[in-house]
């Protein structure tokens, strides 16, 4: 504060601290919050970018990334996943992650933000996506499974003794999002349960109760063959989906498909490691993802590494013979975190 020529008294303003440039604290809501966790990722990702963060550039790209990650998900079967394995999971959401981490290449290409755009971010973001919605998606189901409300209604059509192993199974992993409800054998014998599960004994019953309930689908058990197959004419009306149990030897289901020759389903499956191109580029995804990885959890590993070395005796790593492809020996490096005591 000071005094002008008439007395009067004035406030000096500090250089470079004008209106202007003052930070709104409104502009970003929240951005108090979020402050020490921004500063401990510069701190982390600056020493390996070379340069800074253009926070708002992210959240602009993230606007438009996570809604069409979303759509995606939802377009390729994700939501509500029913029935889907953790490969196949893992697979669906690779796909999806991939595919909107292109859009939003494209994106900031046509609005010419590439060069402002951090290319390790925008690998880092691919990266966290696959694994936050698969974290959260197997954690979300790993949980919520166990309650009453989880999964979709389902009938288990079969005699008992196909039944009842179908009925096991789905009880096991009432992750896949399919909760049988009723059992309907069409042979109607006295059996009154399988597992806590009712018995549906009469046609017009299950009419009832799939209409009442508002059931969808129903999976059968039984051997397809022409009595079964009468049975499937009408109730494809009643149904929307129809699941079948395929009398043959476990086959693998991440690359499994169908096809329709004339009206009768074939399966089949491909075991593409032992194609050249599948095989180049597995080693390829695995070289990649592994660096990726080690980009994250190198201070992980580091914090595991001086604690194995102060709690027991020994190196921390160590080499061992193991049997690779074509039954060739080779020293593979291993760990004492990775060894039973």
């Given at each position: 504060?000071?005094?002008?020529?008439?007395?009067?008294?004035?406030?000096?303003?500090?250089?470079?601290?004008?209106?202007?440039?003052?930070p709104?604290?409104?502009?970003?809501?929240?951005?108090?919050?979020?402050?020490?966790?921004?500063?401990?990722?510069?701190?982390?990702?600056?020493?390996?970018?070379?340069?800074?963060?253009?926070?708002p550039?992210?959240?602009?790209?993230?606007?438009?990334?996570?809604?069409?990650?979303?759509?995606?998900?939802?377009?390729?079967?994700?939501?509500?996943?029913?029935?889907?394995?953790?490969?196949?999971e893992?697979?669906?959401?690779?796909?999806v992650?991939?595919l909107?981490?292109?859009?939003?290449g494209?994106l900031?290409?046509?609005q010419?933000?590439?060069p402002?755009y951090?290319r390790?971010?925008?690998v880092m973001?691919?990266?966290?996506?696959?694994?936050?919605i698969?974290?959260?998606?197997?954690?979300?189901?790993?949980?919520?499974?166990?309650?009453?409300?989880?999964?979709?209604?389902?009938?288990?059509?079969?005699?008992?003794?196909n039944?009842?192993p179908?009925v096991?199974?789905?009880?096991?992993?009432?992750?896949?999002?399919?909760?049988?409800?009723?059992?309907?054998?069409?042979?109607?014998?006295?059996a009154e349960?399988?597992?806590?599960?009712?018995?549906?004994?009469?046609?017009?019953?299950?009419?009832?109760?799939?209409?009442?309930?508002?059931?969808?689908?129903?999976?059968?058990?039984?051997?397809?063959?022409?009595?079964?197959?009468?049975?499937?004419?009408?109730?494809?009306?009643?149904?929307?989906?129809?699941?079948?149990?395929?009398?043959?030897?476990?086959?693998s289901?991440?690359?499994?498909?169908?096809?329709?020759?004339?009206?009768?389903?074939?399966?089949?499956?491909d075991?593409?490691?032992?194609?050249?191109?599948?095989?180049?580029?597995?080693?390829?995804?695995?070289?990649l993802?592994?660096?990726?990885?080690?980009?994250?959890?190198?201070?992980?590993?580091?914090?595991?590494?001086?604690?194995?070395?102060?709690?027991?005796?020994?190196?921390?790593?160590?080499?061992?013979k193991?049997?690779?492809?074509?039954?060739?020996?080779l020293?593979?490096?291993?760990s004492?975190?990775?060894?039973?005591?």
């Amino acid at each position: 504060m000071g005094t002008d020529s008439k007395g009067n008294h004035t406030i000096k303003r500090q250089q470079g601290t004008s209106d202007e440039h003052r930070p709104d604290p409104l502009r970003y809501p929240g951005s108090q919050l979020c402050d020490p966790f921004i500063h401990l990722i510069r701190q982390l990702l600056i020493p390996l970018m070379g340069g800074s963060i253009n926070w708002p550039l992210i959240f602009q790209g993230l606007l438009f990334y996570v809604p069409f990650t979303v759509i995606l998900a939802w377009l390729t079967g994700l939501y509500p996943g029913l029935g889907l394995a953790s490969v196949q999971e893992m697979q669906k959401v690779l796909y999806v992650v991939t595919l909107s981490s292109i859009f939003l290449g494209i994106l900031l290409f046509f609005q010419k933000l590439g060069p402002s755009y951090s290319r390790l971010i925008f690998v880092m973001t691919w990266f966290l996506s696959v694994a936050m919605i698969l974290g959260a998606r197997f954690s979300l189901r790993k949980n919520c499974s166990r309650l009453n409300w989880w999964g979709t209604p389902l009938i288990v059509f079969g005699s008992p003794e196909n039944a009842m192993p179908v009925v096991g199974m789905l009880l096991r992993n009432r992750r896949l999002g399919l909760k049988p409800v009723y059992v309907y054998d069409p042979e109607g014998n006295d059996a009154e349960t399988i597992k806590g599960i009712p018995f549906i004994k009469d046609k017009d019953n299950l009419l009832k109760i799939a209409g009442e309930e508002a059931i969808n689908y129903i999976v059968f058990t039984d051997k397809l063959d022409t009595d079964l197959t009468s049975d499937i004419y009408w109730m494809r009306d009643l149904f929307p989906h129809m699941l079948f149990i395929l009398n043959t030897p476990t086959i693998s289901t991440l690359w499994s498909h169908t096809i329709d020759l004339h009206g009768t389903l074939l399966v089949g499956t491909d075991y593409r490691l032992l194609n050249q191109t599948e095989r180049l580029i597995k080693f390829t995804t695995d070289k990649l993802l592994t660096i990726l990885i080690l980009l994250v959890s190198w201070p992980l590993f580091i914090l595991l590494a001086l604690l194995v070395r102060i709690s027991s005796k020994g190196p921390v790593l160590y080499n061992q013979k193991r049997l690779g492809l074509g039954g060739k020996n080779l020293e593979a490096i291993n760990s004492e975190l990775c060894t039973k005591r």
